[in-house]
């Protein structure tokens, strides 16, 4: 099928197109973001709610007889849904009264999160509406997104370069197929293989503690204890051997939060080493952030363990587990999209 194009157009007359909000879309949108604990997250996520229900029911009633799919994790960056084998990324706001629309890069360079269209939705609550202020090609909208126009983690980009007319996406939808708009997609490159290379390129190696070698990064538990006063490691059952922690930043996405992670080595005979590892909450916070997960992973990337906090755990921990010297593996804090990996060897 050709290539269609449609040029954003720059006339200022057109009003823009609007969705009244019904009282079951603000109710299904204060169940999702009360999962979260942060209340600027959770404010993000209630706004990217009512955006979704409200572009999903502007495409319904333009296109009834087609199947929308929506995402049912709706993140604090955006919130997306499908459209025959299209893919939406619905970027709600508050207001854009300087004209400057905010798009996190996550959402431009990760290929679980790439989109062909981008719509621009300004959710007035008060109002009970969803206003359709803008919509973009992933092939157009990444021309704008240049180095000089991120801060933040965010590029910053005139509304002005987004289409104010909603229906071009319907026009997309009927004259082009997918591939005539190409997204990023994820390395074939097998987990194993991507794993292997990162435990060449850097890990820490447990058994160097014994003899007071402290890799970048890892304080004794009363150093980090000094600083951090509500970091509560429950250490009953790690009075023996050698105890570390480390602080793990969950990225700007999640406002650099950070967690503790706490790795306890012990001799458990003269060729194994026994390991326990917690993840504790930091900066005065009572309670892990709810489902953030901690995984132990094999040297060829089999997954061995897995634990999620549920809302009130002040703590996660693995089983104990015992290993040779030498013997290789790691770990990973994950909570949203956001991904973290430490690397060992005993």
């Not at 719509?119 to 109002?127: D, G, I």
């Not at 150093?223 to 509560?232: F, G, K």
């Not at 790690?238 to 570390?244: E, L, M, S």
Request: hydrophobic share 35%; glycine share 4%.
């Amino acid at each position: 099928m050709s290539e269609l194009s449609i040029t954003p157009t720059k006339i200022g007359l057109i009003l823009p197109e609007s969705v009244w909000l019904e009282p079951e879309h603000f109710y299904q949108a204060t169940q999702i973001s009360n999962q979260i604990m942060n209340e600027t997250k959770q404010w993000q996520i209630y706004l990217n709610s009512l955006g979704l229900f409200g572009f999903e029911q502007w495409l319904t009633a333009r296109l009834p007889e087609q199947s929308i799919q929506k995402q049912t994790h709706v993140i604090e960056t955006c919130a997306q849904l499908q459209l025959g084998e299209f893919k939406f990324c619905v970027i709600s706001t508050e207001h854009l009264l300087d004209e400057v629309v905010s798009i996190p890069e996550n959402i431009i360079h990760a290929p679980e999160l790439v989109a062909h269209f981008y719509v621009v939705l300004e959710v007035s609550e008060e109002q009970e509406e969803v206003i359709i202020r803008g919509c973009l090609r992933y092939d157009q909208l990444v021309t704008y997104c240049s180095s000089d126009r991120l801060h933040d983690g965010s590029y910053q980009l005139g509304l002005s370069v987004f289409d104010s007319e909603p229906n071009h996406l319907l026009h997309y939808y009927l004259h082009l197929e997918p591939s005539s708009i190409p997204l990023p997609v994820a390395s074939t490159e097998k987990v194993s293989d991507k794993l292997l290379t990162y435990f060449n390129e850097t890990r820490t190696k447990l058994s160097q503690w014994f003899q007071g070698a402290c890799d970048e990064g890892w304080e004794i538990i009363d150093s980090m204890l000094d600083r951090e006063t509500n970091v509560a490691f429950n250490i009953r059952q790690t009075q023996a051997g050698v105890k570390r922690a480390k602080l793990i930043d969950l990225g700007v996405q999640l406002g650099h939060q950070t967690v503790a992670l706490l790795v306890n080595i012990t001799e458990e005979t003269e060729e194994k080493l026994g390991v326990l590892i917690q993840l504790h909450p930091t900066n005065g916070e009572r309670v892990l952030p709810s489902n953030i997960k901690l995984t132990l992973f094999s040297k060829a990337g089999k997954t061995l363990q897995e634990v999620t906090s549920r809302t009130q755990d002040n703590y996660i921990q693995l089983k104990p587990f015992k290993g040779e010297a030498g013997k290789r593996f790691s770990l990973e804090i994950s909570l949203e999209d956001t991904r973290v990996r430490e690397n060992f060897e005993l």
